[in-house]
């Protein structure tokens, strides 16, 4: 690297990397609407000083999450942990609750925070959800629910889940953050099970920079879930126990703006994810290929590569960083071994937990970038092969 006066800056590299003069690539960028765009919806905000309680934009916003999602009822609100707590609240559950040791610990945390025990049941031998086969080794009399994982956006195995819950009397509840945009049969992945929620934060494809909400399938159950949001009551008519997870004008604006880009989002992610797909396919290495699920259409959350050890996926880290590209851990570690959520043994999760890296992934990430990604990558994996 040289100066234009032709004085040689190598040795400077490490401070230019350091101080930020060098961009960072990270494993997402967060997507923003075009900014006249914004500040028009924002005029409209701040002429009707209306900025939250569900304004017009919020209440437009829930509807054409309804529309898109094509399920009967969506509640909008503040973010996807605050969207599970509600989902538990809103059946009461006491208990353990059998659940993914293979995700983000929002997933299990609020089931602790409830009050209620997470049971970790190990994952499929082929895929990253939770094992169905594997659920009546975990279950005892005071099981009352499965708060099921679609990891990365890929199906669980919904008929084998859905049989079993009803068969066994429980509650089943999908954690579906990262599923918008995700179809499969034909219909939402966000709308199986009695209910699903999904997150909105701004590392997904699809967000309203903080926001989250819950698919459920009747009046009733809806209408308690959405008072849940607003303290549990209507203007004046208070009706029961409530918290305050409503969202704003403001977070509202963006998710409207985003939605109608989100399919050329989900395009850009996709040529992407494929050249990955692609330049992996004959390493040894492993990634999820949505072409293997039947009638599924994915939105290309995640690049996740699936390494053949821990020590091969850190060399791979540490080159990368070296290049300024932070990939991530994701999910790591297995939450089954963090001693306050009542751990216990589930070999598979924390076998994949500890070689699995989700590669750099947004819908304009430069070529020249990703090719640099696959390089550095097959650099150290070609003597496995």
């Known amino acids: ?65 309804v529309e898109y999602l094509d399920e009967p009822y969506f509640s909008w609100m ?5 969207a599970l707590q509600i989902a538990l609240e809103s059946y009461k559950l006491e208990g353990n609750i059998l659940t993914t040791p293979f995700t983000y610990v929002a997933t299990a945390n609020s089931i602790v925070w409830q009050k209620c025990v997470p049971i970790f049941v190990d994952i499929e031998e082929d895929g990253f959800s939770i094992d169905p086969a594997k659920l009546d080794n975990a279950i005892t009399p005071d099981t009352c629910a499965i708060l099921a994982v679609h990891v990365y956006g ?22 579906a953050s990262h599923t918008f945009g995700c179809k499969y049969r034909g219909r939402a992945l966000a709308g199986y099970g009695d209910l699903a929620t999904l997150s909105f934060h701004a590392t997904k494809v699809y967000h309203t920079i903080e926001g ?18 607003t303290h549990g009551h209507a203007f004046e008519e208070y ?82 960083n070296q290049h300024n590209i932070f990939p ?13 959520l009542n751990p216990n043994s589930c070999p598979r999760s924390e076998s994949v937990a500890k070689r699995m ?10 070529p020249e970038n990703v090719d640099l990604v696959i390089s550095v990558v097959k650099k150290f994996v070609s003597c496995t092969v």
């Open 1 to 65: 690297m040289y100066h234009p006066n032709g004085l040689d800056c190598s040795p400077y590299i490490p401070f230019l990397k350091k101080y930020c003069l060098i961009p960072k690539i990270h494993v997402t960028k967060t997507y923003l609407p075009g900014l006249q765009k914004y500040v028009e919806l924002l005029s409209e905000v701040w002429e009707r000083n209306y900025v939250t309680n569900n304004g017009p934009l919020a209440t437009k916003l829930e509807q054409r999450l």
């Open 78 to 82: 503040s973010n996807g942990t605050i």
């Open 154 to 175: 890929y199906p669980c195995d919904v008929d084998a889940l859905a049989t079993y819950s009803e068969k066994m009397g429980l509650k089943l509840i999908y954690d």
């Open 212 to 229: 989250g909400g819950i698919v459920s399938h009747n009046t009733e159950l809806a209408t308690k879930i959405k008072l849940s949001t």
């Open 239 to 320: 009706l029961q126990v409530g918290i305050n997870a409503k969202n704003s004008e403001l977070h509202a604006g963006i998710g409207l703006l985003n939605l109608d880009t989100l399919e050329e989002v989900i395009l850009g992610r996709k040529g992407i994810f494929n050249q990955y797909l692609e330049a992996f396919s004959n390493t040894g290495l492993f990634m999820l290929d949505p072409a293997n699920y039947q009638d599924f259409e994915y939105n290309y959350a995640y690049a996740p590569v699936l390494f053949n050890s821990e020590e091969e996926l850190l060399n791979i880290i540490e080159e990368l």
């Open 328 to 340: 991530r851990r994701y999910f790591y570690p297995a939450l089954n071994t963090l001693p306050y």
């Open 357 to 366: 890296l989700c590669l750099p992934l947004y819908h304009d990430l430069e």
